[in-house]
């Protein structure tokens, strides 16, 4: 019922490079868990920009309603860090994504996220359409 995650479709990935600042090192010398949020958030929305449709991007907004992180090790400011962006489904106004942050090959972080659609205009939640999700998965 208004869940978009088709048998015969896989996610298209989206890899986002992250520029760790000297603003995201805490106390301890290492990224501050809050940095990681903020990392999630940008991945997610340039994942969105790069795959809908200028015309829905325009009209559409998204805002976090839940995150899940796992930290497994920490980060530093010299390190080269990407987020590897994954939409596991849609259902109605809302997408659940999984985000995995690495170091090469070591995983930093693993992040389960909620986002819900908003209408840019009126600022309440909105389906995107079928035709707009579509290019967020590739049939296998």
Known sequence: MGCYTAAMTQSISHRY???IEPGDID?????????YLKWVQAAVISHWQKFAPADAVAKHLWVA????????RPAFLDD???AT??????QGAKAFYETIIRR????????KSGWCCLDAETMRPTRPA????EHFFTRI
């Open 17 to 19: 490079d992250i520029h």
């Open 27 to 35: 106390f301890m010398g290492h990224v501050n868990n809050a940095s």
């Open 65 to 72: 309603f839940r995150h899940e992180i796992t930290y497994r």
């Open 80 to 82: 080269e860090v990407i």
């Open 85 to 90: 962006v994954l939409l596991e489904k849609v």
């Open 104 to 111: 090469g090959e070591e995983v930093l972080a693993e992040v």
């Open 130 to 133: 079928k035709s707009v999700i």
